[in-house]
Every structure is written in C-alpha cells, then in structure tokens.
C-alpha cells in the first residue's frame, strides 16, 4: 500500500487559521419545559423544608427529619427550654394533674396531722391532775382510777409519764383511768395514804378495794396489771386504806385546815 505523506506544518497552520476564523454555534436556551420544571422542583425543596422546619419548631427539637437532607436548623437553646412552651405534655407546676397531686399529698399530710394532735390532746386529757380539793369527786365516780403520787424533781417520775400517757390513751387492750397528784403540794393527801416515796402507784377500784402497786412500771407490766394481774395482789386494810377511819379522820382535818385557810384569805381580800 502507499505510504501516506505526513502534513506539512504550513499545512496545519492554515487549518488552525481557518478554525480560529470561524464562529462558534451559540448553545442552544432551555426550553420552556426544562425552566418550569426546574423552578417547580426548587420551590417543592423550599415548601418541604418550610414544614419540617414548623413541625420541628411545634415538636420542640432541634434536628430535622433525615428525608429533608438538613440538620440542626433550629437554635439548640430551643431545646433546653423546650419544656418551657406550653404543651399538654409539659411537666408544668401549673398542669391541673399536679395540682391536683398537691393537692391531695397536702389533705393527707393535714389529716395525719390532725390525727397525731387529737391523739395527743387526748392522752394529755386522760392522765388528770388530782388536788386535795378533786380528790373525793375524783375518787366518787365508781369507776377504777390508777392514782399516782410523783414530785417534779423525780426522774423516775418523769420517765413513767409517757407510760401513763400510753394506758389513759388506750395502747393496750382499753383506755384506763389515769389521775396524778404532785406530793410534795398535797402532803395531807399524801400522808393519807401512806406515801414514803415517788412515784408511788395506788389502784383504787372501788373505796374498800386499794392496792398498792410496787411492781414494773413498762407499759407491758402496768397493762397486764390493770387487765387482770389485779386479782393476784393484796389489798390494803380498812386500817391502811386512805378511805378507812385513819384515812378518813386524816382528809376530815385536811378539810378543816383548808376551810379556815380559805376563810382566812376571803376575809383578808375583804378588809384589803
């Protein structure tokens, strides 16, 4: 075959001349159909973003969902005070479910409350404080009554209060009659019925029925002894009994003394 000549170079150059020389062809404009279809997809994105960025914004994050390709558009101090929007699932103090669970921890603690008073006061009601003066009305009821003679410096006597407190409110199987008499004030009552110490425990259960009680003072001893250890226990003598004619004879002249001594002071009232 024949052997093909190389072109020359002045060959060449004249045919990048005549390229050079001629115009380009302009590029052809979009179509009406590639325009409107370009700008309606844009403004789909746009629209599709707008409402994950509102439903973002009513759901309190800060991240938008992965479908719109965008992430963290909305400020994260909005998720720290996300709570703080009003909502029907905001943990507010002011939502009517826990003000309603305020409400009732409150009516309970005032109840227990109440409770715990009324308990108290009627303990404290219970274990009553017998005179000289009280002490026939006190004992002239027919009903058992355990009388306690104490002086305030007593320790013991201290100690044995709350005790005293626990029988007259009705720990044990039933409230009893409980009365206290402050021995080193009442002396005369005190020597009616034989006191040589404090606390000193006398059970009357009836004026010819004393017993004077020097066992346990625990709430367990005193209770089995009010319920039925009684029946064991010796009673006084009609001689030793405070209801017996030394006992007697010793409250007539107690009585005399404070008549006169009452008598004294109304008359020293009068005169001024």
């Known amino acids: 075959a024949p052997r093909r000549s190389q072109p020359s170079a002045q060959t060449l150059l004249r045919a990048s001349h005549r390229a050079l020389r001629q115009p380009r062809a302009p590029r052809k404009p979009a179509g009406p159909a590639q325009d409107s279809g370009a700008s309606g997809g844009a403004q789909a994105r746009a629209q599709r973003l707008v409402t994950a960025t509102k439903r973002v914004r009513a759901n309190g994050s800060n991240t938008l969902p992965r479908s719109t390709g965008q992430r963290s558009l909305v400020p994260k101090t909005r998720a720290k005070n996300a709570w703080s929007s009003p909502g029907p699932s905001a943990p507010s103090s ?63 006597c201290r100690r044995l209060d709350p005790v005293l407190q626990q029988l007259a409110g009705g720990d044990g199987d039933g409230a009893y009659e409980v009365a206290r008499v402050d021995g080193t004030e009442h002396r005369v009552l005190a020597q009616r019925f034989g006191v040589r110490g404090f606390p000193s425990l006398y059970y009357i259960r009836s004026r010819s029925e004393v017993i004077a009680y020097d066992g346990g003072r625990g709430f367990a001893e005193l209770d089995a002894f009010l319920r039925r250890g009684y029946k064991t226990w010796k009673r006084l003598s009609p001689l030793k009994s405070p209801f017996g004619p030394v006992g007697r004879a010793k409250g007539w002249c107690a009585a005399a003394g404070l008549a006169a001594f009452d008598a004294h002071a109304r008359l020293a009232t009068s005169l001024g």
């Open 94 to 156: 002011q939502h009517p479910r826990y003000l309603r669970l305020a409400a009732v921890m409150v009516a309970r603690r005032a109840v227990a409350l109440l409770a715990a008073c009324a308990v108290g006061a009627a303990r404290e009601r219970g274990v009553a404080e017998v005179t000289t003066r009280t002490f026939e009305a006190a004992t002239s009821k027919g009903t058992p009554l355990l009388l306690v003679f104490y002086a305030p410096w007593c320790g013991h």
